[in-house]
């Protein structure tokens, strides 16, 4: 029984929803529009201020589904009135972050900068250390700070690279010398 799928979603205040045919849902709020087709064994309807959806049977599959799509559609509706942000830290010394325009420019160590270009509906602020990834998008805001933290993971020995604000490293013991 999925207890996700089954709980409404609060339409707030300014958020209109559509819902067009193969279930092309397109949610609109003060911060931008947000589209996405779910699965045709999905019914999505709004009732009294709230979303609800509903699945065919008990199958796997469309129980699956009906959790699924109900935290995709929840993420869009928060995305559009409040937006999401990552944080990441960039520790080490001579580590590096700047912004440019829309282009990002990181500073790890390596002979070169490595330069990354803000994809569309996404917006990158550097604070000091801080690297802070908005958008309205919760797919993207995280695809794009995984990107970024790829480009230096964090090491375990003294930590350095790029990590998230909420992560912490585990350390590891490093060598010791001869008895």
Do not use: C, W
């Not at 205040?13 to 067009?20: H, L, N, Q």
């Not at 559009?80 to 944080?87: H, I, L, N, W």
């Amino acid at each position: 029984m999925s207890r996700v799928g089954k709980m409404p979603i609060a339409v707030p205040s300014g958020v209109t929803m559509e819902v067009a045919e193969n279930n092309q849902v397109t949610v609109k709020g003060p911060k931008g529009t947000l589209s996405r087709v779910f699965p045709a064994e999905i019914k999505i309807e709004q009732k009294d201020g709230e979303i609800v959806l509903t699945r065919p049977d008990d199958e796997k599959r469309n129980k699956a589904m009906h959790g699924l799509s109900r935290a995709l559609l929840h993420n869009m509706v928060v995305g559009v009135t409040d937006g999401f942000e990552r944080k990441l830290e960039v520790n080490g010394v001579g580590y590096r972050a700047a912004k440019n325009g829309k282009t990002l420019t990181l500073t790890l160590g390596y002979s070169h900068p490595v330069e990354l270009e803000d994809p569309e509906g996404i917006e990158t602020v550097v604070d000091g250390q801080t690297i802070i990834v908005k958008g309205i998008s919760k797919e993207a805001v995280g695809q794009h700070a995984a990107i970024i933290r790829e480009k230096r993971p964090p090491e375990p020995y003294k930590g350095k690279g790029i990590k998230y604000a909420e992560e912490t490293i585990r350390r590891k013991v490093g060598k010791t010398g001869k008895k």
